[in-house]
């Protein structure tokens, strides 16, 4: 099977995905000093999650967020698949700031429902919907599914565009099932719902680091940090003398 990049109507019954525009290099040791990163995203929990993540496999690797550089018009997320939302918030974010951006498209896709909600994940219950709203319709949706029929997974695309328009994708998964009712108050988005494989309690109620070490973010975050690492290692030449002729990003 190919990557979900190269098919009209992705599912999500594939095999996580490798794709790259240009093979990595081969990594040994640290990452660069200085090197820098964007994670193009203003959702402050994911955004907490992914610099909890890099930091932790990256610990050499500067991570910024959108609160740190200069505002420009984010893309409407209009791709049918989690990889291509993924590409288009990294692209966005590489042609606004110049620097190497990180994106992530992630979701739930529930079987029974036809692997919805999907890329729609945090629009189910309709645009600017809470994560409670979300969560109640679904639940709504699955009161008369039994418990063996409740199978989900979570996926999650992790994009890396750098500024000279190579681009790479990652693709991790964490299956499990939906309970009843939510519990717990850690994570966000359907973790109060979802219960991975192994596991008897929900995500919502994992501490972070136990969420991190099975968490289909994680698993991206984790395939594609070599990669970033290659990458930065490859344009560091060039950082260095653009910033010898350049000046550090300004907020608008």
């Not at 629009?123 to 009161?143: I, K, T, V």
């Not at 929900?202 to 990458?231: C, F, M, Q, W, Y």
């Not at 344009?235 to 910033?243: D, K, M, Q």
């Amino acid at each position: 099977m190919g990557c979900n990049l190269c098919r009209p109507s992705a599912t999500y019954a594939d095999p996580p995905c490798k794709w790259s525009a240009r093979p990595p290099d081969v990594v040994t040791g640290p990452a660069p000093v200085g090197g820098r990163v964007v994670l193009a995203t203003n959702n402050a929990k994911k955004l907490a999650e992914l610099r909890r993540l890099v930091a932790a496999e990256g610990p050499h690797i500067q991570v910024l967020g959108l609160a740190d550089v200069p505002p420009y018009p984010e893309p409407a997320e209009t791709e049918r698949t989690f990889e291509g939302n993924a590409l288009l918030k990294a692209r966005a974010c590489v042609t606004a700031t110049g620097l190497p951006a990180l994106a992530d498209d992630s979701g739930l896709a529930v079987d029974v429902l036809n692997q919805m909600p999907g890329v729609r994940s945090a629009r189910w219950a309709g645009p600017g919907a809470s994560d409670e709203e979300n969560n109640a319709l679904l639940l709504r949706q699955l009161e008369d599914v039994p418990p063996t029929m409740r199978t989900a997974r979570f996926v999650c695309a992790m994009a890396l565009v750098l500024p000279d328009g190579t681009e790479h994708v990652r693709v991790g998964e964490m299956r499990g099932r939906l309970a009843v009712s939510p519990a717990g108050h850690n994570g966000f988005g359907y973790d109060p719902l979802f219960v991975a494989e192994g596991n008897t309690l929900t995500n919502g109620e994992l501490e972070p680091p136990a969420k991190d070490a099975i968490s289909h973010r994680g698993r991206a975050v984790r395939a594609i940090l070599p990669v970033l690492v290659a990458e930065l290692r490859r344009l560091e030449p060039v950082a260095r003398s653009a910033g010898s002729a350049g000046r550090p990003l300004e907020r608008g």
